[in-house]
């Protein structure tokens, strides 16, 4: 008897459960899922209609980036690829993701892109969020309007819209806006004589995509700029000469002219896109703890939000022989090393990433040269509810 009292109990409680959720007002519903973590708002659009049709709309997805971008920390990935193997790994959140392009796609450039991957093979170009788990492969331009050459994402925090531009064959260039259910909408004018360098110098800095081209008939080395909520295209000139990778430096497109320790750190900040208009600093070498072995193989591959410079290491890197490989055991192996060096502070702080396993290694017969050549650090990566 006591048993049947509990299970009635237990029933009614259900049934006072789902009654009383029924009549949570929709604004204060939204309201608690928007504090929720974003992998548990994932997962709640599987369990209710009402639930993932309350955290898709634009509104919830905007105020969740706000709150987010408010609360938690952003986190860096390191991103190593060869052939059609992607490998991602995540600080401080510890995770690790290891994945194949699909359709045997050899993966060409990366990018992350606002909480969202941007992902360019040799025959397509697709979208990851590593939030959601999700991958999405952008449609092909419909008919004649050519085939895509290279393309690029973009974010523009305003509208909190993703946009996706795709540079085709016959000097055209086609824009899609991503969860719009529209086509690409192709440009054959309206923007400045350019044609697309291939290269991995392109970022998203504040709704403007920057990247590299080719502009004029004498093919000048210059840099495009896309206004991502406006749809506008501006040329701007380098500052002196254009050997340099492209990184965020306090909210603006900066060009790291040198990685090479011995000279210190070169940086030309773009200050005026209208006015062509760059200022110089330089940065010495700073001062790190490490062994000269250490400092003569790390290197410089990028800069975060709050100013510091991102290297990495690894002991790995001193076996160049494909020989060597065979007998490397898992003690052999210790994973990045990745130091922040604050030059404000003149301090640095370190963090040991694993990930890759020695057998994964094996198997793609990486060189522990290509293993730091081939790694990008993505820093100030945020998680999106974005739905593809």
């Known amino acids: ?53 309350i955290t898709t709309t634009q509104g919830f997805i905007k105020s969740f980036a706000a709150r987010s971008s408010e609360s938690s920390q952003p986190c860096d990935l390191l991103i190593f690829s060869k052939r059609d193997k992607l490998f991602v790994f995540s600080f ?35 979208i990851w969020n590593p939030t959601m788990k999700r991958f999405f492969t952008l449609p092909e331009p419909e008919g004649s309007e050519g085939k895509y050459i290279t393309g690029s994402l973009g974010y523009d925090p305003i509208d909190c819209k993703y946009k996706a531009l795709c540079h085709l064959t016959g000097d055209k260039i086609g824009i899609l806006t991503l969860g719009s259910q529209e086509s690409w909408r192709i440009l054959s004018q309206g923007f400045p004589s350019h044609s697309r360098r291939m290269s991995d110098c392109v970022i998203c800095i ?11 008939l004498s093919l000048a080395h210059a ?9 506008k295209f501006h040329l701007i000139n380098y500052p002196s000469r254009d050997g340099c990778f492209f990184v965020s ?36 070498t700073p001062y790190l703890r490490q062994t000269f072995w250490v400092l003569r193989d790390m290197k410089l591959k990028g800069v975060t939000d ?14 160049t022989r494909r020989g060597d490989l065979i007998h490397l055991s ?23 990433f694993l990930g890759i396993s020695i057998d994964d290694l094996k198997r793609l017969r990486v ?16 998680e999106s509810l974005m739905s593809l």
Not at 28 to 46: D, H, T
Not at 121 to 126: A, K, Y
Not at 253 to 271: D, K, P, R, Y
Not at 306 to 319: C, D, H, K, L
Request: hydrophobic letters at 35%.
């Open 1 to 53: 008897m006591d048993q049947n009292k509990i299970d009635g109990s237990t029933h009614d409680d259900d049934n006072d459960r789902s009654l009383s959720i029924e009549h949570v007002p929709l604004d204060l519903m939204g309201e608690i899922l928007s504090r929720q973590p974003a992998k548990s708002i994932g997962r709640s659009r599987s369990v209710s209609k009402l639930w993932s049709s």
């Open 92 to 126: 401080p959140q510890t995770e690790s993701y290891q994945f194949k392009i699909p359709r045997d796609g050899f993966l060409q450039r990366y990018d992350s892109v606002h909480g969202l991957v941007y992902l360019e093979t040799s025959t397509q170009l697709m």
């Open 206 to 216: 504040n709704g403007v995509i920057y990247y590299q081209c080719f502009s004029g």
């Open 223 to 231: 840099i495009m700029s896309f206004h991502v909520r406006s749809e």
């Open 249 to 284: 430096y306090e909210g603006r497109l900066a060009l790291m002219v040198s990685s090479n320790g011995h000279s210190g750190i070169e940086l030309w900040i773009l200050v005026n896109a209208e006015n062509h208009e760059w200022v110089y600093k330089h940065f010495p």
């Open 306 to 319: 709050a100013g510091e410079f991102i290297y990495v290491y690894t002991p790995f890197s001193i076996y």
């Open 330 to 352: 898992s003690d052999d192996w210790s994973g990045f090393i990745v130091i922040y060096f604050d030059p404000k502070e003149n301090s640095s702080r370190e963090v040991k």
């Open 367 to 382: 060189l522990g040269s290509e293993l730091i050549e081939g790694l990008s650090v993505v820093p100030n990566h945020i």
